[in-house]
């Protein structure tokens, strides 16, 4: 098994009154897509937070690459080779396309050939270059989301329901990209209710259930064990399958 | 993956033509000039204009500070004014006793010292604003109504502090001996003042419009706004950012103390709250965080003054409220709603 790029031992987070995180251990091994799976509510939008900082964890430990990133801010966190694609998508609506990515490569001016390359599998954001974000349609959107994310290269993305409320042929598209990703080394921690989508990308799987992380191990042994997959997703297999 | 562009080459063959800029509220400035030329004589008209437009960029200036901490950062701070006080009060550490080179007939030794003048005014009013954001409004973030009496506290204080510090009397600032009297374009007699100010106030728009627009810095404040967290996990420091913007907003306030009081000749501790009130019709009017409709704004109620002063001084006394009445129910979010440029 590859060197885990990231280890979150026993983390516990608040929110206001409310517990969280109840101890969370979870391994990503390098170089790999390691799937969330879980229920709306588990935790797993939670401890994508807690692991760029957005929430900071009460209790446990973060190490990230050899660092312990558990108190740090979430700039350096970034820093450090950590994307974060939320939810939301989070795109600057009132910027364009273009700028959007283009606040996202830290280090200088956009690589063209690589904006080539991420064109290559969004198409639409050739299209849609000089235009506000804000216009963009929901699956557009997401595409800058991710664009943004993989402008530059990153060790670790961290991406959180990228399918959510996405027409099918989006849904390819996004499948396409994580798979040429996967290509780069570039490692991916996924948050998905989606099943069926994750099933063939996924290497390793961790399931959440109360902020706790209750299963982890090969996606492969998920995917053909249907009576561990209804155990363990039974709510959210239905809803999907 | 190795060839770099620099982003404003990196242009897809199949992009489609950018979005269509929205010009109409441009439009109104040289509306408004032309649809009161019939009742005004040519030269007159050029002399109401010219000191229309000299007056509008120097409100701009002051106002350009406030709307960017008004839009951008959701804070009301309503003492902006105790800047412009503030910068116009430490000009005067450089020109009265330079006075010599202010009486001098030299343009170069007249713009030296005023350049230095209006340096040292923006650095004092810079500092004064970091340190008023991070003693008076920092604890205050998210809470409007607490902003405005701290920042009301707070101006009555800068006020009293220029009191203890320059005198409660009023000071006299001459303009620099080259920056007197007019030009003549026909019959038109135009101040050079006013012209120097039209270049300034035309300078700083340029200036905030390419900095927001062109660079990573200007992205970052437009997107730090929006989604002030997304922009940290980039990895960008937004606190700092804004920071930056509150000291700069501070001492373009500083700046347009600076070229008010010269403009008046004559400076009191309450010059800038008394400003303020137009500073408010133009940030309102213009749309909360747009540059750009700031400007439009300044320039549209200034000229819209100085010709109703001209044809109908009883009106005069109405015109900015006329003016913001109209604007907002034709556009009830100001010009430019905020952060568009």
């Known amino acids: 098994m590859p060197e885990p790029i990231l280890t979150l031992s026993g983390v516990h987070t608040h929110i206001g009154q409310y517990h969280i995180l109840q101890g969370v251990d979870l391994v990503v091994p390098r170089g790999g897509l390691t799937v969330l799976l879980g229920r709306n ?16 964890a009460s209790h446990g430990s973060i190490l990230f690459d050899g660092r312990d990133i558990t108190r740090m801010s979430t700039p350096d966190i970034a820093r450090a080779g950590i994307a974060y694609v939320p939810e939301s998508m989070a795109v600057f609506s009132e910027l364009t396309v273009r700028e959007n990515l283009y606040l996202a ?6 690589d063209g050939a690589r904006v080539d390359w ?29 664009a943004r994310a993989i402008v530059e290269p990153r060790k670790l993305l961290l991406v959180d329901e990228p399918t959510k409320g996405l027409a099918p042929a989006i849904v390819q598209s996004l499948m396409m990209a994580f798979r040429e990703l996967k290509d780069t080394s570039t490692t991916i921690l996924l948050v998905e209710q989606n099943f ?9 799987v961790g399931v959440m259930d109360d902020g706790r992380i209750n299963h982890s191990g090969a996606m492969r042994d998920l995917a053909h064990d249907e009576a561990l997959q209804q155990r363990l997703l039974g709510l959210s297999l239905d809803s999907h399958q | 993956m190795s060839a770099t562009l620099p982003v404003s080459q990196t242009t897809p063959d199949t992009a489609l033509p950018a979005a269509r800029r929205d010009i109409l509220p441009l439009l109104l400035v040289p509306a408004l000039a032309l649809a009161v030329l019939p009742f005004i004589s040519l030269p007159t008209w050029v002399t109401l204009t010219v000191a229309g437009l000299a007056m509008g960029m120097m409100i701009f200036i002051m106002a350009s ?38 009486e001098a007939d030299s343009l170069p030794a007249n713009l030296g010292v005023l350049g230095l003048a209006v340096l040292v005014a923006m650095l004092v009013t810079a500092v004064l604003g970091w340190a008023f954001e991070r003693v008076v409004i920092m604890p205050v973030y998210g809470q409007h109504l607490k902003q405005i009496l701290v920042t009301m506290g707070g101006m009555i204080v800068s006020e009293q502090l220029i009191n203890v510090i320059w005198g409660a009397d009023q000071i006299a600032l001459p303009l620099p001996a080259s920056l007197r009297g007019a030009i003549f374009l026909g019959d038109a007699a135009i101040e050079k003042y006013r012209l120097l100010a039209v270049v300034v106030g035309l300078a700083v728009f340029a200036a905030m419009f390419l900095t927001l627009n062109r660079t990573r810095i ?3 404040i437009r997107a730090g706004v929006e989604n002030g967290e997304m922009v940290e996990a980039l990895g960008y420091r937004v606190r700092r950012l804004f920071v930056g913007v509150f000291a700069a907003g501070s001492a373009l306030a500083g700046l347009g103390g600076v070229m008010w009081g010269l403009y008046k000749e004559t400076l009191v501790a309450s010059m800038g709250s008394e400003i303020m009130v137009m500073v408010f019709i133009v940030v309102i009017i213009g749309g909360l965080g747009s540059i750009e409709g700031c400007f439009i704004g300044a320039l549209l109620m200034a000229l819209l003054h100085n010709y109703a002063g ?29 952060g568009k440029l």
């Open chain 2, 218 to 220: 200007g992205l970052l």
């Open chain 1, 118 to 146: 991420i064109c290559g599998f969004f198409p639409a954001l050739k299209k849609f270059w000089h235009y506000p974000a804000g216009n963009l349609s929901g699956g557009q959107k997401q595409m800058v989301a991710i």
């Open chain 1, 105 to 110: 490569a830290r280090s200088g001016p956009l």
């Open chain 2, 310 to 338: 001209f044809l109908a001084p009883k009106l005069n006394l109405v015109s900015n409220i006329v003016l913001m009445i109209a604007i907002l129910m034709w556009r009830p979010a100001g010009l430019y709603s905020k």
């Open chain 2, 65 to 102: 500070g406030l709307t960017l901490v008004f839009g951008l950062m959701s804070v009301l701070n309503f003492g902006h004014g105790a800047f412009v006080s503030v910068g116009a009060f430490s000009a005067t550490m450089v020109l009265l006793p330079m006075r010599g080179w202010l």
């Open chain 1, 41 to 56: 509510g588990a935790g797993k939008t939670t401890t994508l937070r807690t692991i760029m900082g957005l929430w900071k």
């Open chain 1, 196 to 204: 069926n989508f994750v099933k063939s990308l996924g290497d390793s």
